[in-house]
C-alpha cells in the first residue's frame, strides 16, 4: 500500500518505520526543516518537507494515488484539515487522524473522518488488521513514568478465559485493577477471579507488562514497536 | 443578534468593537490573554481565555444561544475546525471562518462553510489597480 503520514515526531516516526518493516510504500511530511534532517539520516524514507495541510505539498506527494493517509501532527485542528483534504480534494480512501485530546473524538467522526486513534500500536492495528479494532485501547499514559492505563476486551477465542487470574502467569508490572461486565456489577479482581468473553479489563502496565498482558488475553506474540 | 469571535488579533478585536457599537451581544475568545489588550479598556462584550476547537469553552462563550460565529485566529485550521464544530455540532445559522489558502476556501466552501479569504480579495484588488494604468 502507498501510504502517506503527515507529522514527523515520534508517532510518525515510529509509525513510518513499522509499516517500511511490513514493506507497505511510505512518504513522510514535515514541517520543521530540523526534523526534516533528523528523519532523512535515521528513517531513509522520502520525507517531504512541507505544509501536510497544504493542497501543493498533498499533491506533491501523490495523494491522489494513496491508499491511506494519516494525521499524527501534535494539534487535532491540523490533522482534521489534512484528513478532510485527503479525503474530499484526493479521494483517499481511508483517513485516519490521531486524537490529541479525546474530547475531540466526537466531532472527528461527525466531520467524516474515517478512523481516530491516540497511539501508534492502534494506528498499525487498523492498518494491518492483525489484531481487530479496539480490543485494546491506551486510556492514558502517565508521564515520565513509562506507565500506561490501558483498556482491553476479551475476546472469545482468549487463552486466559476460565482459568483463575492467579494460574495466568501476569507478571508483576501489569495490574489487573477493574473487570467490567456487561449488565453486571463491576468487579476488583482477586487471584480467583475468572475471565469472560466480552469482559472490559482496565489495566496499569508498564511497556513489557503491556506486551505480556497481549500474549494473556490475546494469546499471540505481538512486536515491539 | 448573539455573536462569537474566535481570534483576537486585527481582525478579530475590530470586528468585536464594530458589532458591540451596532449594537450586538458579542464575545470574544483568545488563548491569550494580551491580545484581548486590542478591545481598549471600554469594550462592553464578554472576554473568554481559551482555546475554541475546545466545546467547553464555546459554551462559556454562549455558542448554544448564538446567531453567528466567526473565525478569525492567525491559523486556519484552527478556524476550520472551530467553524465545522459551531456548525454541526452546536448548529449556529452563520459560521464564518478566515482563511488564507485559497485552495481550502474551495474545498470548504463545497463542504458548506462561509468562508472568507483574504489571499484572493488582496490579489484582486491589487490586479485592479494595476489594471487601472493599462
Known sequence: ?225 | MNIVILGCGRTGSYLAKKMVMEGHQVSVVDSNRTSFALLGPDFAGELILGTGIDEDVLIRAGIENADAFVAVTNHENTNLMAAQVAKYTFQVPRAICRVEDPARQEIYRNLGLEIICHTIWEVAKVDEILAQDK
Open chain 1, 1 to 225: 500500500m502507498y501510504i502517506i503520514i503527515v507529522g514527523g515526531g515520534k508517532v510518525g516516526y515510529y509509525l513510518a518505520k513499522s509499516l517500511i518493516e511490513s514493506n507497505h510504500e511510505v512518504l513522510v511530511i514535515e514541517k520543521d526543516p530540523q526534523r526534516v534532517n533528523v528523519l532523512n539520516t535515521e528513517l531513509g524514507v522520502s520525507i517531504l518537507e512541507g505544509d501536510g495541510s497544504d493542497v501543493t505539498f498533498l499533491e506533491q506527494a501523490g495523494a491522489s494515488r494513496a491508499n491511506v493517509v494519516i494525521a499524527v501532527t501534535g494539534d487535532d485542528e491540523d490533522n482534521l484539515v489534512v484528513c478532510q483534504i485527503a479525503k474530499h480534494k484526493f479521494n483517499v480512501a481511508r483517513t485516519i487522524a490521531r486524537l490529541n485530546n479525546p474530547k475531540n473524538r466526537k466531532v472527528f467522526r461527525q466531520l467524516g473522518i474515517d478512523v481516530t486513534v491516540s497511539s501508534t500500536e492502534l494506528i498499525l492495528s487498523q492498518i494491518e488488521q492483525s489484531i481487530p479494532a479496539h480490543l485494546l485501547v491506551h486510556l492514558m499514559t502517565l508521564r515520565n513514568a513509562g506507565i500506561h492505563v490501558i483498556e482491553v476486551e476479551v475476546p472469545a477465542d482468549s487463552p486466559a478465559i476460565g482459568k483463575p487470574l492467579r494460574e495466568l502467569g501476569i507478571p508483576a508490572d501489569c495490574i489487573f485493577s477493574l473487570v467490567v461486565r456487561e449488565g453486571k456489577e463491576s468487579i476488583i479482581p482477586s487471584g480467583d477471579t475468572m475471565l469472560q468473553t466480552g469482559d472490559h479489563v482496565l489495566a496499569v502496565a508498564s511497556e513489557q507488562g503491556e506486551a505480556a498482558l497481549r500474549q494473556i488475553v490475546f494469546g499471540e506474540k505481538v512486536n515491539q514497536p
